[in-house]
């Protein structure tokens, strides 16, 4: 195959928007997103707690709450447009081709059912496979994300693993179906480092291996170093700048991304006990109108041009929102 096909991003996602009312108005929690993602690809989403990564990610899934209001120019995966498909429709396609891993392994998995119900689950209904079979694949995908004893924790319940091996376990559920997309919502929060470093490794093994183009959302630049191709940066719901992994550490260029990479320690660089950087003031409300630039109130080089909307720049691969040239 080849000609323009083979240029087709895998997801493509224009002027996402997501409005929640509330009773001082209307939350702006996404505020015209886009980016795409290429088959094999990993792009990091990465900013504060707040800044509409996790909102982002539900509004892609359609499981947004009841209340938020999606809107979006262009929502295309695998060449379907997924604003367009109704409920049944992007059920079919949820778990199977596009999959998520939630945020919180706890809260994610039902402390009803057992490991083995809910691994096996959508597997049966999406492939229409025996009980037999969806077992075999459970105990598979189990043994492949490195837990040991994999037929015996099909039968326990979340409350009787660890953090990390419930981490592991909506890994697996994630990847039962063999996703063309997935998603992966804060993979390794509250795990310690070793498991987290485990993860990290199983996450970009399994997508070489099955050719997967994933989200990962993050607030840690640390875990981006290690695993992204191409970054996105948000703030305020809103994407600041996006460049390759490269690009991003080595030549910031808005001083959103700049003042966050400021706030990590350099090895060889940063000296023991030394003041780290840090970003004044507090993320702005996003509730009502929202005009210029949201940074500027902490931004240490804003001017009065900053109350505009900022203008996007561009060079190749590298964009962001910024007067600063």
């Known amino acids: 195959m080849s000609g323009p096909l083979l240029t087709v991003p895998l997801l493509e996602v224009r002027g996402l928007s997501v409005d929640i009312p509330v009773p001082a108005g209307t939350l702006r929690a996404v505020r015209g997103v886009s980016f795409t993602v290429k088959r094999g690809e990993t792009l990091c989403l990465v900013g504060e707690s707040g800044c509409g990564k ?29 604003a367009s498909l109704d409920p049944g429709a992007m059920n079919a396609l949820r778990g199977d081709r596009l999959s998520m891993i939630f945020q919180e392994p706890m809260t994610a998995l039902n402390p009803a059912y057992t490991i083995g ?8 209904r999406h492939r229409r496979s025996s009980a037999e079979g969806a077992r075999a694949r459970a105990v598979h995908l189990l ?23 419930r981490q592991r376990v909506m890994i697996a559920m994630a990847l039962m179906c063999g996703p063309d997309l997935l998603v992966a919502d804060e993979p390794t929060t509250a795990l310690d480092v070793t498991i987290q470093a485990q993860i990290l490794l199983l996450l970009r093994s399994l997508q070489r291996e099955l050719d997967m183009g994933m989200i990962l959302i993050t607030h840690d630049l640390g875990v981006v170093a290690r695993i992204a191709d191409r970054v996105a940066v948000m703030y305020a719901g809103q994407i600041v700048e996006t460049g390759t992994a490269e690009e991003i550490f080595a030549a910031p ?8 990479l400021a706030c990590i320690p350099i090895p060889g660089r ?13 993320v702005p409300s996003l509730v009502g109108t929202l005009t210029g630039c949201s940074f500027r109130e902490r931004c240490d080089q804003a001017r009065a041009v900053c109350a505009d909307d900022p203008p996007l720049r561009a060079a190749a691969t590298h964009e962001y929102r910024c007067v600063l040239t």
């Open 253 to 260: 260029r808005h001083p959103y991304t700049r003042g966050l």
């Open 270 to 282: 940063t000296r023991p006990g030394a003041e780290l950087g840090a970003i004044p003031g507090m």
């Open 117 to 124: 119900n809910q691994l096996e689950e959508g597997y049966r």
């Open 54 to 82: 996790s909102m982002t990610a539900l509004a892609l899934m359609d499981l947004l709450p009841r209340r938020a209001r999606r809107t979006v120019g262009a929502l295309r995966f695998g060449g379907r447009d997924l």
């Open 143 to 165: 043994e492949k994300v490195g837990i040991a004893n994999a037929a015996r924790r099909l039968g326990q319940y979340p409350h009787q693993l660890s953090g990390g091996l």
